[in-house]
């Protein structure tokens, strides 16, 4: 019964900023890792940013400097800051969580869309 639940997408012009949530309805832990994907129209689905149980984050080299990834250990609740977004940027974005850094785990959320203007 666990499941994922992403929010925060919208529509932002060139240079603005979101803030995506990620906020789990069971328990997580035995998920070590969570992390960010996204998808474009016509693209395979992508790594954007992953974080464990210490300080060691992962960025996609496309969003190093821009895109921050944080966590919540109270609520278990993942974080996706994003600053100077570009058009490129525009996808659905998803929300992982995986036992280990091999790859993305079998949970996953529904995603919410990221919209960005020129």
């Known amino acids: 019964q666990v499941q994922l639940a992403e929010s925060g997408g919208g529509l932002v012009q060139s240079g603005g900023s979101l803030r995506l949530s990620c906020a789990p309805s069971g328990s997580v832990s035995e998920f070590l890792v969570m992390g960010w994907y996204r998808q474009a129209p016509g693209k395979q689905r992508e790594l954007v940013a992953r974080?464990?149980?210490?300080?060691?984050?992962d960025y996609a080299d496309s969003v190093k400097g821009r895109f921050t990834i944080s966590r919540d250990n109270a609520n278990n609740a993942v974080y996706l800051q994003m600053n100077s977004l570009k058009p490129e940027d525009t996808a659905l974005y998803y929300c992982?969580?995986?036992?280990?850094?091999?790859?993305?785990?079998?949970?996953w959320g529904q995603g919410t869309r990221v919209t960005v203007s020129s």
């Open positions: 974080i464990g149980s210490g300080p060691y984050k």
């Open positions: 992982n969580a995986a036992p280990n850094w091999g790859g993305p785990g079998a949970l």
